[in-house]
């Protein structure tokens, strides 16, 4: 998802996050900019070269990293992740995630619905500290119809219902990061260009600052250090990416 996606799309839930949040639509993710080594980076807290992952078939990393789902699995706390692309079950230790829904086909605007409905149904249920919510559609009508292109602004403002599902089945009010792991221009993405790189971050919750915008650089791989942050979880020594904590309340 392109930040100026978001800002045309018809996101009045996204909206509000942002207006009562901290906020950059200027983030930026790793090279190359695909799908799987976007992922690894935001999950393992480090950038290609350390983790080594350049495609999108998975490989065992020759240098282990924690992903910050082992490094809370560790912590004792409850996960859980839903996703419908399922190479994204490699992002961490299979023991580390209690419950792993993988609905594999991200084609049409209502795959992210059953994605976000399964979450809602064992968010109701269970309290888990930790969730991971992926939803595919946004990139597979980028590459179908083109970024920018009336279909994928249609899948932003999909996902942003989805979004508005899984964060209101909560019971009481959760600390969230939403981002992409990438942009895209035309049918495609991977390359450095801004329209590749650039990403939203939104963080919004109890412990989150309302209404700041973050000045300083945030790049992808800080999403696992900051969300350790907040869950309370030690970092790994391995991380290399900083805690966005000029967004936090205290």
């Known amino acids: 998802m392109r930040p100026d996606g978001l800002t045309q799309a018809d996101t009045p839930y996204v909206d509000q996050l942002i207006a009562s949040g901290s906020s950059t639509l200027k983030a930026r993710t790793v ?9 690894t980076s935001m999950h393992r807290g480090v ?4 983790h080594g992952i ?7 990393l020759a240098r282990p990293v924690p992903s910050l789902f082992d490094a809370a699995k560790n912590h004792g706390l409850k996960t859980a992740m839903f996703f419908n692309w399922a190479e994204l079950r490699d992002l961490m230790a299979p023991a580390s995630v209690d419950l792993s829904y993988s609905y594999n086909d991200p084609s049409t605007l209502e795959s992210d619905h059953v994605v976000a409905d399964a979450a809602v149904h064992h968010i109701a249920k269970t309290d888990y500290d930790l969730v991971f919510l992926y939803l595919g559609y946004t990139d597979t009508s980028g ?5 920018m292109s009336e279909p994928y602004i249609c899948a932003i403002s999909n996902a942003d219902r989805c979004i508005e599902k899984v964060l209101g089945a909560y019971k009481t009010k959760p600390n969230a990061l939403l981002l992409s792991d990438h942009g895209g221009h035309e049918r495609t993405h991977g390359t450095e260009m801004a329209e590749d790189m650039t990403i939203p971050w939104v963080m919004n919750g109890p412990d989150i600052r309302s209404g700041f915008t973050i000045e300083d650089e945030v790049r992808i791989f800080d999403a696992c250090p900051t969300l350790a942050a907040l869950a309370g979880v030690p970092p790994a020594k391995e991380w290399n990416g900083r805690v966005v ?5 205290r």
């Open 31 to 39: 090279m190359p900019s695909v799908t799987l080594p976007c992922h």
């Open 47 to 50: 950038d290609v070269p350390r």
């Open 54 to 60: 350049t495609t999108n078939t998975f490989q065992p």
């Open 143 to 147: 590459h179908d119809h083109g970024w």
């Open 245 to 249: 904590r000029e967004a936090f309340l």
